[in-house]
């Protein structure tokens, strides 16, 4: 609510109507115009760059799943049901992973990159 959306260390999570990847805009477009059509119960709201998202399973508690495009349309080519991969419990436990402890695998507390040895 205070952020609507950001970026950090080039994970995105989608704001509504503030930035060019709108959260109502991507949801459009994964539901309605991509050749394997994500379900409507999921809603993407991080994607990894390479055409998946996290998405959270509004069937399933809110859960965070991992939608990945490609599997969605293998499974789709052969009439068979893809089910997403259940990957954190929450958003807090997303953030803290995802945009927390990955980051600062490569980036100290003061924002500069660690040296490899």
């Not at 995105?12 to 109507?17: A, C, E, H, Y």
């Not at 809603?43 to 760059?49: E, M, N, Q, S």
């Not at 399933?60 to 799943?65: L, Q, S, T």
Request: aromatic fraction near 16%; proline fraction near 3%; hydrophobic fraction near 35%.
């Amino acid at each position: 609510m205070v952020t609507n959306g950001f970026e950090m260390m080039c994970d995105m999570v989608f704001g509504i109507k503030n930035r060019q990847e709108d959260l109502y805009e991507v949801y459009r477009v994964e539901h309605n115009e991509l050749y394997a059509k994500m379900p409507h119960h999921l809603i993407p709201f991080c994607p990894d760059g390479a055409g998946n998202h996290y998405c959270f399973d509004n069937n399933n508690d809110n859960v965070v799943v991992f939608w990945e495009f490609n599997l969605a349309a293998y499974y789709q080519d052969r009439h068979e049901e893809y089910e997403c991969e259940v990957v954190y419990p929450n958003f807090e436990a997303f953030v803290k992973e995802v945009l927390i402890d990955w980051t600062l695998e490569s980036v100290n507390y003061d924002g500069e990159n660690k040296t490899i040895h």
